[in-house]
């Protein structure tokens, strides 16, 4: 396969445009006030919609600017060089709008997909339950239809975002009581203020912005146009988006990790000790050299990625690739970014101990490392079960 990761003239005056909004609003100061009050980062949200960052990945038709994969990952990149939290305020509403934009109603489309990218709306995804992690299918929150209602109880946790202004959950839920999961989910579209819905926000290590959620259904009535698409085919939807949105999660670990070396790059220019920066030092120097090329890796893998499902190719090992190999070099990234700045990583108030906070999540969300190598060498023809 020829690799060509050019990009045209508009994608690079995306890239410019997108990073001159990021510095103006998520300044070093903002990152840090949404990470420690903690607060949703309402005021980059509105620039993302006056930008038209939310139309962006939609098409034409439905009033989107008709943008492709690599706009997208151009865009994702760049917010995480601010924010994993920037990434998922932004994504998590575009994946789920795209679900409904590919497996909605004509009459859904019409209904949800302008005020999500208007501002208006915005979405969070619920599918984890305590008892369904990995495990997706094992979920029991159940769905009964009641005349024109679906009647919904249950518990999700790990809904991030749900308590945001105005969010509307993308909830998963069992509209059969028995069967295979395959053929017994529904996705429903559920106002987070709907009465019956209780939220409880989590305290968490990072990725403290958004905020993830324990969200409670109890008797939660929602009108039959909520069930987006056809009933029983929930598992199918979300297996559609997974791709997209993993490959946007790894675009963002590549711009937070490129982020955390800058981080430590500056401090090691800077910081003397024997009479010299700690840069001079072989084995510091040799860190830095080698977490460069653990960013580099990773867009690599991501881009790769990225151009083969824009081009309509079945990218799922490319995307879970990028995605395993991107989360732990974020990780790890962060780690030795700590070992250069010494003590000064450790304090709050220097910003490697955020992305070590954040970063720690990347191997166990959107699909965890066991889970990706599981599908890795499933692919590669080995059973792991
Ligand atoms: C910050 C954060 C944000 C999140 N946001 C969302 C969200 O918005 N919406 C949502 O629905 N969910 C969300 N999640 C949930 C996330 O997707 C789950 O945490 C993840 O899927 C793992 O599930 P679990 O935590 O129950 O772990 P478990 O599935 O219980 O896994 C525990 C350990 O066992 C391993 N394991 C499990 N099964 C296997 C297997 N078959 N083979 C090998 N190893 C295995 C796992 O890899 C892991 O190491 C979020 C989680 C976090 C931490």
């Known amino acids: 396969m ?7 003239e508009e994608q690079n005056l995306l890239r410019d445009s997108v990073r001159a909004m990021l510095d103006r609003i998520a300044t070093p100061e903002y990152i840090r006030r949404c990470d420690q009050e903690p607060r949703y980062p309402s005021e980059l949200y509105d620039a993302f919609v006056e930008l038209g960052l939310l139309r962006m990945p939609f098409p034409e038709p439905v009033g989107g600017l008709g943008g492709s994969v690599i706009d997208f990952a151009i865009i994702a990149e760049e917010l995480g060089r601010k924010s994993y939290d920037f990434l998922g305020a932004y994504g998590t509403c575009v994946f789920n709008g795209l679900n409904i934009l590919h497996n909605g109603t004509e009459a859904q489309r019409r209904y949800w997909l302008p005020q999500l990218m208007d501002g208006r709306i915005k979405m969070s995804i619920s599918m984890t339950e305590p008892g369904a992690g990995s495990d997706a299918g094992a979920m029991r929150t159940s769905a009964r239809r009641d005349g024109e209602h679906w009647v919904i109880n249950g518990q999700k946790v790990f809904s991030t975002g ?24 529904s996705l429903f579209l559920v106002d987070k203020d709907t009465p019956g819905i209780t939220l409880r926000k989590l305290d968490t290590l990072g990725r403290r912005a958004l905020g993830t959620y324990e969200v409670f259904f109890d008797d939660v009535r929602v009108p039959a146009d909520r069930l987006v698409g056809e009933p029983h085919k929930g598992w199918a939807y979300m297996l559609s988006g997974l791709q997209l949105e993993r490959l946007m999660t790894a675009a963002g670990y590549s711009g937070c990790a490129q982020a955390a070396v800058d981080l430590a790059l500056a401090y090691a220019k800077e910081r003397r000790q024997f009479g010299r920066p700690i840069g001079s030092f072989q084995s510091i120097a040799h860190l830095l050299a080698d977490m460069q090329t653990a960013v580099e890796a990773s867009r690599m893998l991501m881009w790769r990625a990225a151009f083969q499902l824009e081009r309509g190719e079945d990218a799922l090992m490319a995307i879970s690739q990028a995605k395993l190999f991107g989360s732990e070099a974020y990780a790890n990234i962060a780690n030795q970014g700590m070992q250069i700045m010494g003590g000064y990583g450790y304090i709050m108030e220097f910003d490697m101990q955020r992305h070590y906070r954040d970063a720690r999540a990347t191997t166990i969300t959107a699909g965890t490392s066991q889970m990706q190598r599981n599908l890795i060498a499933g692919l590669m023809g080995l059973k792991t079960k």
């Open 2 to 8: 020829p690799i060509d990761f050019s990009f045209t």
């Open 162 to 185: 749900a308590g945001a202004e105005r969010n509307v959950i993308n909830l998963y839920a069992r509209s059969k009581p028995e069967g295979p999961h395959q053929e017994s989910l």
